[in-house]
């Protein structure tokens, strides 16, 4: 991994640091599911329920290709970087709204879901971006959903406060 990182410095500055965090949302992940198994995730806290969803989305939906498929038989590394940067965008995010969150209002990341639930979705449908459209377009579009992702984490921290 550390062979390759002064290429990716090159290309993008930021990704060798956004795919630290979200393999260590994946390692945490890993972490947390004995705990599952044991005791149920309604026993966790909210901080590792975030952990656990944004995990699932990172497997489902960035890990998981469909070689059949005409977005997702390759995935051209400025679409991998935007992708990654979204979920660990969305995944930090939600982690500060719940520590900002003020003690005497429960802030739980059932709420957290239900109020960012647009963007949950498009987080879900951007491996379905077409590579064939080009890079223009392809980041164009992700660069928007990165903005519509802090859009909405102002918008429900500005709703708890």
């Not at 469909?66 to 969305?90: E, H, I, Q, S």
């Not at 900002?100 to 239900?114: E, V």
């Given at each position: 991994?550390?062979?390759?990182?002064?290429?990716?410095?090159?290309?993008?500055?930021?990704?060798?640091?956004?795919?630290?965090?979200?393999?260590?949302?994946?390692?945490?992940?890993?972490?947390?599911?004995?705990?599952?198994?044991?005791?149920?995730?309604?026993?966790?806290?909210?901080?590792?329920?975030?952990?656990?969803?944004?995990?699932?989305?990172?497997?489902?939906?960035?890990?998981?290709?469909?070689?059949?498929?005409?977005?997702?038989?390759?995935?051209?590394f400025y679409k991998t970087v935007w992708m990654l940067r979204n979920f660990v965008a969305y995944y930090e995010l939600a982690q500060q709204s719940l520590e900002q969150a003020p003690p005497d209002q429960k802030l739980t990341w059932h709420q957290m879901k239900t109020q960012t639930?647009?963007?949950?979705?498009?987080?879900?449908?951007?491996?379905?971006?077409?590579?064939?459209?080009?890079?223009?377009?392809?980041?164009?579009?992700?660069?928007?959903?990165?903005?519509?992702?802090?859009?909405?984490?102002?918008?429900?921290?500005?709703?708890?406060?």
């Amino acid at each position: 991994m550390q062979a390759l990182e002064p290429y990716y410095e090159q290309i993008d500055p930021e990704w060798i640091n956004i795919r630290r965090k979200a393999s260590l949302v994946l390692q945490l992940e890993e972490d947390l599911t004995e705990i599952v198994q044991l005791v149920g995730k309604d026993s966790l806290n909210e901080s590792d329920k975030i952990t656990l969803d944004i995990a699932r989305l990172l497997r489902d939906d960035f890990l998981q290709q469909n070689g059949f498929t005409t977005y997702d038989r390759f995935c051209p590394f400025y679409k991998t970087v935007w992708m990654l940067r979204n979920f660990v965008a969305y995944y930090e995010l939600a982690q500060q709204s719940l520590e900002q969150a003020p003690p005497d209002q429960k802030l739980t990341w059932h709420q957290m879901k239900t109020q960012t639930n647009e963007v949950i979705k498009k987080l879900e449908g951007m491996k379905f971006q077409e590579p064939s459209d080009g890079e223009a377009a392809v980041s164009a579009w992700m660069k928007e959903l990165h903005d519509e992702i802090h859009s909405a984490f102002r918008s429900l921290n500005e709703n708890i406060v």
